[in-house]
């Protein structure tokens, strides 16, 4: 078996489930574990200034081998796998030479099934790396971890390749949003990086959602019912008023590509105080403001028909768009998308309808596009990857250092 699946083997034995609940970070102990036996590889492997700080992030860096100026880069990988699904006893079972069909999870009755997956039709002939149905596989990230230290090795063992300096980094709790939090972008020491934490093969992001949090709170006024006559203000009757004048077609379920929307997305409601919790998402940062400010008229208008301040609204802007971090530097996309196309590989651009580590760590002044591990169906039983697009995006991340170098020559 090949060093590549080697080390995602390893790594996947580690249960790095993060913990929303723990606000400590990181948030769970498994992470800190397998951050310092990473740490221990890093070291093996030759690296340079391998440092785990006291939160879990690890970093390291492999020191240029040209005589010439080349801009340090960085690839990047999340080591806690996501709350949704276990991440404990993980015992992956190897498909070789994938030939279509049902793919039976472990000994339950849990199958990776082509109808469900699609996807699983183009993979005919690749060796697979399934769960077994009992936890997810973690190739979310630990394919990411896995690529990156393959390629590190892969530049160590052939010093013919140019490449200027390269910074690594692994980082706790990306799957609870926290992952930039701690990052200290200064030490990490690159003008700009990757992340290696995408999907199928050719997959390059470097847009995202622009993201607001809306919270309407709708106060009543509670009298016993028997007597409320003239009285009792039903909060829970202004909040469904609320909601029926939202745009109904502009929701997560109405929508795709590049299209925003509203999501309301929870609702505690009492007759005296009922709070609806939405999320507004749009790729355009003056979509988003037009967004807003269609909430707020909302509330306005309610606010006018019914005693003023009955209606209250909570804006609160949780990421934004890395597009406008990275765009002015094209060459960070161009190189990638050279890279793939060198290695045979189709780039294949598309927005991300949500937010990454990347976003945040762009708007920190380390502008990161997203690139593809080889995986599929992240966070959940059915996760799996193939041990081609894994070696592909190995022979990617080579070939972006070697194309770097090469640009500044
Ligand atoms: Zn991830």
Redesign the pocket.
């Known amino acids: 078996m090949n060093e590549l699946v080697q080390r995602f083997l390893r790594y996947v034995a580690f249960n790095t489930q993060s913990n929303p609940a723990n606000s400590s970070c990181p948030s769970s102990e498994g992470q800190m574990t397998f951050a310092q036996f990473l740490k221990q590889e890093l070291v093996e492997l030759g690296l340079s200034d391998v440092s785990l700080d006291s939160n879990g992030y690890l970093m390291a860096r492999l020191p240029s081998n040209v005589e010439y100026e080349v801009p340090a880069i960085g690839f990047i990988a999340?080591m806690d796998t996501a709350p949704d699904a276990s991440g404990e006893n993980v015992t992956p079972q190897i498909v070789e030479d994938y030939q279509g069909g049902d793919i039976a999870l472990g000994k339950g009755d849990q199958v990776l099934s082509p109808i469900q997956y699609p996807d699983l039709h183009k993979l005919h002939g690749h060796n697979l790396i399934t769960t077994d149905g009992t936890t997810l596989l973690g190739a979310?990230?630990k394919a990411g971890i896995a690529e990156i230290i393959s390629a590190m090795a892969e530049l160590i063992a052939h010093p013919e390749i140019p490449h200027g300096e390269i910074c690594i980094g692994f980082t706790p709790d990306?799957?609870i949003g926290r992952g930039a939090n701690l990052f200290n972008v200064e030490k990490f020491g690159a003008q700009w990086a990757y992340t290696i934490?995408g999907g199928p093969v050719g997959e390059l992001e470097y847009e995202n959602f622009n993201a607001t949090s809306a919270d309407v709170i709708c106060h009543g006024v509670n009298v016993h019912p028997g007597t409320a006559k003239g009285k009792m203000v039903n909060s829970m009757n202004i909040a469904a008023q609320f909601q029926m004048m939202m745009p109904s077609d502009e929701t997560p379920e109405c929508t795709e590509g590049y299209q925003g929307f509203y999501h309301l997305k929870s609702a505690s409601m009492s007759v005296a105080r009922s709070e609806l919790g939405y999320i507004i998402r749009d790729f355009d940062r003056e979509g988003q403001q037009t967004r807003k400010q269609f909430m707020t008229d909302k509330v306005a208008e309610l606010n006018s028909k019914l005693k003023q301040g009955r209606v209250e609204l909570k804006l609160t802007d949780s990421y934004f768009n890395m597009k406008e971090q990275v765009e002015p530097y094209p060459h960070i996309i161009e190189l990638a998308k050279q890279a793939m196309i060198a290695c045979d590989v189709e780039p294949q651009i598309k927005p991300i309808r949500g937010g990454t580590d990347g976003a945040r760590l762009s708007f920190m002044g380390l502008p990161c596009p997203n690139i593809f591990t080889g995986g599929y169906n992240?966070h959940g039983i059915h996760e799996f990857i193939s041990i081609e697009g894994m070696e592909q995006a190995v022979k990617v991340i080579v070939t972006l250092a070697e194309k770097t170098a090469l640009n500044y020559q």
Do not use: L
């Open positions: 999340h979310d990230n990306e799957e934490d992240f």
